[in-house]
């Protein structure tokens, strides 16, 4: 017991990021299988300023991050574009998407929306001390990253969830912090 060091508890990544267990699960988009009326469902629904894009439901393999504003204007953009564009088009954040030809002249036009995914967003693994997760949103400016492991979308901490960490840190005792 004489090495303080020992029993120092580190804040993770994974003991800030959102979802908290019990949380329900990441609001995320698909980048197949999910239409416009699901999207304008997802903006109409959720406040957060963004979503993670994965590659599906199984792999949970992150894409890239979408901004809720980009998002809203991409979808009012493709439905004033088109009158082919309906709730059950289905929206690709794919580089191709099928061509119109493919389809009937009254089918429902499907509608490519890769342009507006960020592709590069900054993420960090759950194991990341939070030291250097403040630092990284410090350094970079960033206003969210992405918490994954192995590859598989794990959760996400925003500017405000790194803030309350800092606070929760500043207020807590240093001994408390010790044993927590
Ligand atoms: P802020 O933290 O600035 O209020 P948001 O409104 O985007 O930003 O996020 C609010 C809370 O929800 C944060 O704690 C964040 O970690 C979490 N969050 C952000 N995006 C999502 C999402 N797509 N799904 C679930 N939770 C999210």
């Not at 991409?74 to 030809?101: G, Q």
């Not at 990284?136 to 405000?160: D, P, Y």
Request: proline content about 6%; cysteine-free; charged content about 20%.
């Amino acid at each position: 017991l004489d090495n303080k060091e020992e029993f120092t508890h580190t804040t993770l990544a994974t003991d800030v990021m959102m979802p908290r267990r019990g949380d329900p699960p990441l609001k995320v988009v698909l980048q197949e299988n999910m239409t416009v009326g699901d999207l304008e469902h997802l903006v109409k629904t959720t406040t957060y300023n963004g979503f993670p894009v994965i590659t599906s439901q199984d792999s949970y393999r992150l894409l890239g991050y979408i901004y809720r504003r980009d998002l809203m204007v991409a979808l009012e953009n493709a439905r004033h574009h088109s009158e082919n564009v309906l709730s059950n088009s289905k929206a690709y954040f794919t580089l191709h998407a099928p061509t119109l030809s493919t389809s009937g002249v009254n089918e429902p036009a499907p509608v490519r929306l890769f342009n507006v995914v960020d592709l590069s967003p900054i993420t960090v693994t759950d194991h990341t001390p939070m030291e250097i997760v403040v630092e990284i949103f410090t350094k970079l400016g960033i206003r969210q990253a992405l918490v994954t492991h192995n590859g598989r979308l794990l959760g996400i901490i925003t500017k405000k969830d790194v803030l309350r960490h800092i606070a929760r840190l500043n207020k807590q005792d240093p001994d408390s912090i010790m044993f927590n």
